[in-house]
């Protein structure tokens, strides 16, 4: 990139280098700060003059420098301002050299080439360290693969279960860390834990033949022999005579020695519940088991993935950690597929994953290209969700003087760049007025480092009209004694949409999200309301739900069900009355509250007439309905709901297909019923 405000310089320039490189050029420093933005790595070398309109030479370095890009983009100087003061700033700022006007091409291009062969080379001695580190990385791999094999060997396998659990091992652990942060996994966590998962099984060396690779059932003596490979392997690792504090073998223990434990406490061999089991022990035992099923063993033939998933979900094998559940749940549409294809490149991955967060660790061995892809990583992120809030964040610097939108921002306030230095935009200066300009200015200098933010209202020009905008603002202080104030961070949110979608977000925590009637909590709080205000009113309570409506779902599909509960809920929504309220309890079940003047048989007739009879597209509309009124049970609203409730049951006990009020024969009716047993048998598995 050439940034120089001459035309005739950029040109000169451009014609002394055109022939090797691709040539950018910026007029002015603010533009020299978007192609920045815009090429990053791509830029091999910036040509600089330092007297620029908009912004100097010294604030694009000075933006570079915070930015931390000037690490990795080499800039030249170009100027006839050669004193002594302005090559020494030059150089504090981080130029790595200086050419002086009038140009000499032969001085020009062998500094160009000189300052890329520099770079380059730093580059080379970055991938050779990198290389040499992939080749620890691989060799530590292959010993523990080589050992690993052995145990397999023995087991009559091929050697491919080792691979399968460390892989699978991997994709679980991506999974729950995307899930939730309650077990603190790091990308290196990962790396190691599926490292250390090829070491899960090392115990079963010291099983006696006849044993481990038994066609038919193990007898209890020979199960139990069996279980005691997982102590066997974490006594191994524990008596190592050297590297007892590496944590590769302290998570290797930990799994070797528990990846046999189940989350309900039925395990072996410490009989560990829930959280006290390891998650690395967890993921593994699930990706051990999983493995065991799909694949072919002395003893059985390979169960089909849809058959192992379901087994596992149905605790078929030992109860899992329910979030482990749902990571398998997860990913299980893309395990045919992983488990049996591209071992070697995803080998290969984690261990440059491995590289890289060892790169990480040496401070000295800065990859520019690293760097750079984590910054860029950082800017789409950051723009993102800032386009999510659909506010206009902002950062303002008074050294250099210069504005930073989002893109998003930019695009609200209707300005073709999102880098700008607001002394030279008049359109930047125009969005506020003067007063509110200077009004805002005069809050961020009288804040205080302990008192940074403010907030102000004010009007802002959008390319629509004027709008109402909370500016929340946060004052920068310099780190000196005394502080100085170097610009602001902050949002501008227009009320006016802030406002709209708080009422949405009031209607989404108030209503049924499918159906659009009130949730069951807030009609609870609702009748409550109504209840408590006019005790002494006569009211119904109605709880009606759909005959038949599993077999809608399960003859039509899911969808197909859902199509008839918004249809249901809008003849509801139809049939009651302006004061009544309606709500969705969950499921097919819906509920009715209203007010009658003289007999409540009338009301609710009315309203379950609409309701019943005809079909949605091929479905019947069936409803069964239980009522209560306040003047038979009170006016308590959980006796209320249990009233209805209990004269619903009793409908459809009787065949279904209309309504009943709750009278007093229905409590002794119910109180006889006993909770239906769902007859759980858990069924243990194992993996030998």
């Known amino acids: 990139m050439i940034a120089d405000d001459s035309e005739m310089n950029r040109s000169i320039l451009a014609d002394m280098l055109g022939d090797e490189y691709e040539i950018v050029e910026a007029e002015d420093g603010v533009q020299a700060v978007a192609a920045l933005q815009k090429y990053g790595s791509e830029l091999s070398v910036v040509l600089l003059d330092i007297v620029m309109p908009k912004m100097d030479g010294f604030g694009v370095l000075t933006w570079m420098n915070q930015q931390h890009w000037i690490e990795d983009i080499p800039v030249i100087m170009i100027s006839a301002e050669s004193s002594a003061s302005h090559v020494e700033r030059a150089y504090g700022l981080g130029v790595t050299d200086f050419i002086s006007r009038p140009f000499d091409a032969l001085v020009v291009h062998r500094r160009v080439v000189n300052t890329i062969l520099l770079y380059a080379k730093q580059k080379k001695l970055v991938n050779m360290v990198a290389d040499q580190i992939y080749e620890k990385e691989q060799n530590n791999n292959l010993m523990i693969d080589i050992l690993s094999h052995i145990v397999e060997f023995r087991n009559g396998e091929s050697g491919m279960h080792v691979l399968h659990v460390r892989t699978l091992t991997e994709l679980l652990l991506k999974t729950l860390m995307q899930k939730t942060d309650r077990y603190n996994i790091t990308q290196a966590d990962i790396s190691m834990i599926g490292t250390a998962s090829a070491l899960h099984d090392i115990g079963k060396i010291a099983i006696p033949d006849e044993v481990l690779n038994k066609p038919g059932k193990l007898t209890n003596e020979e199960f139990a022999l069996m279980k005691t490979h997982s102590m066997i392997g974490a006594d191994m690792l524990s008596k190592l005579p050297f590297h007892q504090q590496e944590p590769l073998v302290k998570v290797a223990y930990d799994i070797c020695r528990w990846h046999h434990e189940r989350y309900d406490g039925r395990g072996y061999p410490d009989g560990l519940k829930g959280d006290e089991i390891p998650i690395s022990a967890q993921i593994v035992a699930m990706a051990d088991v999983y493995d065991a099923l799909t694949s072919e063993r002395v003893y059985k033939p390979p169960i089909p993935h849809e058959t192992a998933v379901q ?211 807030n009609a609870r709080e609702r009748i409550m309301a109504r209840l408590k205000e006019r005790p002494d009113g006569r009211y119904a309570m109605a709880i009606l739900d759909l005959d038949h409506f599993k077999s809608a779902n399960d003859t039509f599909g899911h969808m197909f069900g859902d199509e008839v509960l918004k249809y249901i809920a809008e003849r509801l929504r139809h049939s009651v009355r302006s004061g009544d309220i ?51 049970v009170g006016t308590e609203y959980e006796t209320l709901f249990h009233a209805a409730d209990q004269a619903l049951y009793t409908v459809k006990r009787g065949g279904r297909g209309h309504y009943r009020f709750f009278d007093s024969s229905m409590e002794k009716t119910l109180s006889v019923i006993s909770p239906i047993d769902n007859g759980s048998n858990e069924q243990g598995g194992e993996s030998k």
């Open 311 to 521: 087994m596992i979900l149905d605790g078929k094998c030992g109860v899992f950690n329910p979030l482990m559940l749902e990571c398998l749940q997860d990913i299980a549409p893309e395990l045919p597929d992983v488990m049996n294809s591209g071992y070697q490149d995803k080998a290969d991955q984690r261990t440059m994953q491995n590289i890289v967060q060892e790169m990480q660790r040496h401070e000295e061995l800065t990859a520019s290209e690293r760097t750079l892809q984590l910054l860029e990583h950082e800017r789409m992120k950051y723009n993102f969700f800032a386009s999510l809030t659909e506010e206009i964040q902002f950062e303002y610097t008074l050294q250099p003087a210069m504005v930073t939108l989002t893109s998003w921002g930019a695009e609200k306030l209707g300005l073709e760049e999102f880098t700008i230095d607001p002394r030279q935009n008049r359109k930047v200066l125009s969005l506020m007025k003067e007063e509110d300009l200077q009004g805002l200015a005069a809050m961020l200098h009288s804040t205080t480092p302990g008192n940074p933010v403010v907030t102000y209202d004010c009007q802002i020009q959008l390319p629509t009209g004027p709008r109402w905008f909370r500016i929340t603002a946060r004052a920068m202080w310099s780190s000196d004694e005394p502080p100085r104030y170097t610009g602001t961070i902050g949002k501008a949110i227009d009320v006016h949409e802030s406002r709209t979608k708080l009422n949405n977000l009031e209607q989404m925590a108030s209503h049924d999200a499918m159906t659009n009637l009130l949730n069951h909590a």
């Open 582 to 632: 309606a709500a969705r309890v969950g499921g097919d079940e819906f509920l009715i509250f209203l007010e009658y003047k003289t007999d409540p048989e009338l009301a609710i007739q009315r309203v379950y007439q609409s309701l019943a009879g005809g079909k949605y597209e091929n479905f019947p509309i069936s409803i069964s309905m239980g009522v209560a009124v306040t003047a038979e």
